[in-house]
């Protein structure tokens, strides 16, 4: 009775207060709200499906969504380094592999003579949020696309490390001969795939050196 009573006066039981009641959406911004979901959601399909080998009708899809995917920068995820390079050899394609970009940092030692320290993007180490390794593929799919950012990648280098001279170099990381995967997986008594070997990477190319107290 007591806890009844206590109901009765406050108005209410206390299990649902009405501060925790959500109002639904107004109509328009539910519609709106839909709109933007399913223009996404084409706008992933037609950049997947647009990817070689695909048709004309493919391309031109996503083709009307280039400006979306600039603005929020999906322009490399929707490959996943799954389409083949028929550059070098039509009959022969190949996977793409990884550009790697490798920064060389000289500092001059107060004792006389330099030392060197490398930065590489992507790192060879996982970082915990993932999201970051992809930002880092990024960086070096813009910079290998575009050589002409080498320059600001330096200039970022000089002033966050502190040193005196920057040479950027790209190379390609690319994915391990498929007969020795193969035997691998077949357990026939071969070594484990090195994924990091130095025979799964192309030769450096440089890119640009640059001296500090040009910035």
Not at 54 to 59: A, F
Not at 83 to 92: G, K
Not at 94 to 110: N, S
Request: with cysteine; charged share 25%; net charge positive.
């Amino acid at each position: 009775m007591m806890a009844v009573s206590a109901v009765h006066r406050n108005g209410s039981s206390g299990l649902c207060p009405k501060s925790s009641i959500r109002r639904p959406w107004p109509i328009w911004a539910q519609a709106l709200m839909s709109l933007a979901l399913l223009y996404h959601i084409a706008a992933t399909l037609a950049g997947a499906l647009a990817a070689h080998p695909s048709s004309e009708v493919e391309r031109r899809a996503a083709e009307f969504f280039r400006c979306y995917y600039e603005f929020i920068n999906q322009g490399y995820a929707h490959r996943y380094y799954s389409r083949l390079d028929t550059t070098v050899d039509p009959h022969d394609p190949r996977p793409w592999g990884t550009p790697v970009i490798v920064a060389e940092m000289e500092f001059d030692q107060p004792q006389g003579g330099t030392k060197s320290e490398l930065v590489r993007l992507p790192s060879r180490e996982r970082p915990w949020i993932r999201l970051r390794h992809q930002r880092r593929l990024d960086l070096a799919y813009h910079l290998t696309t575009d050589p002409r950012w080498a320059a600001s990648y330096a200039r970022h280098l000089c002033k966050t490390r502190g040193c005196q001279r920057v040479t950027i170099y790209t190379q390609e990381h690319r994915i391990p001969d498929l007969a020795l995967v193969r035997e691998a997986a077949a357990g026939r008594g071969a070594m484990n795939v090195d994924l990091e070997a130095e025979s799964t990477y192309s030769p450096r190319f440089k890119l640009g050196e640059f001296r500090c107290t040009d910035f």
